[in-house]
């Protein structure tokens, strides 16, 4: 016809006999029976199918993009997203610890008392009439300062017992914390890291009308 090739279909009947022409198919017709309106195609080479195809408009589907089926309902046809490169977040992260060094915060310098701590002996001593030489944590036979009598013989045990002077308790400091303050060595650099997946690079139109 006047618009390009076309394909008539002729009837007839079982004996032969012609019963008309039927449908003229027109190279729109057949483009848009090959190629209808959401068709995909892809090439091997740089082809661009609105000068393949006249009278059809394609859009090409965009540049370093991989495929990935949209819902049965056609609700998210045509949508885009991902990315090639990740970044983990904390919670990607997998567990682990880090080793960490500190020092409790100073408390100031402090003392204790003897605490429930003992010293205890003795020794022989001589001993003679008026002599009161016994005193704080020494006494005779266990007492402190006694009164003696007169002996030119080892008689009596000069004892020793730190805690008739020495009495007390250490100083309560009571339940008490220390707070530790600082933070471990830093590492990482929090750089995307590469997810692409292998691929082979092809040219891929779809049409638009």
């Known amino acids: 016809n006047s618009n390009g090739f076309g394909i008539s279909t002729y009837a007839f009947d079982k004996n032969g006999k012609f019963q008309g022409k039927k449908k003229i198919l027109t190279e729109d017709d057949i483009a848009d029976m090959l190629y209808p309106v959401g068709i995909v195609v892809w090439f091997a080479q740089n082809k661009n199918p609105n000068n393949l195809f006249p009278g059809t408009s394609w859009k090409y589907i965009g540049e370093n993009r991989t495929v990935r089926l949209a819902a049965a309902n056609g609700s998210n046809v ?29 408390a100031g310098g402090h003392n204790h008392s003897r605490g429930d701590m003992n ?30 009598d007169y002996t030119d013989h080892w008689k009596e045990l000069t004892t020793f017992d730190a805690s008739r002077t020495w009495t007390g308790h250490t100083s309560w400091g009571g339940e008490h914390i220390h707070n530790v303050s600082g933070t471990t060595s830093e590492i990482g650099k929090g750089e995307g890291f590469d997810v692409t997946n292998s691929y082979v690079m092809l040219m891929g139109w779809y049409r638009i009308s």
């Open 78 to 106: 045509l949508s885009t997203g991902g990315n090639d490169t990740k970044w983990l977040s904390v919670n990607q992260i997998p567990k682990h610890s880090h080793s960490f060094s500190a020092n409790t915060s100073n």
């Open 119 to 148: 010293i205890t002996g003795y020794l022989p001593s001589v001993i003679q009439h008026g002599d009161d030489v016994f005193g704080g944590a020494f006494a005779r036979n266990g007492q402190n300062k006694p009164a003696v």
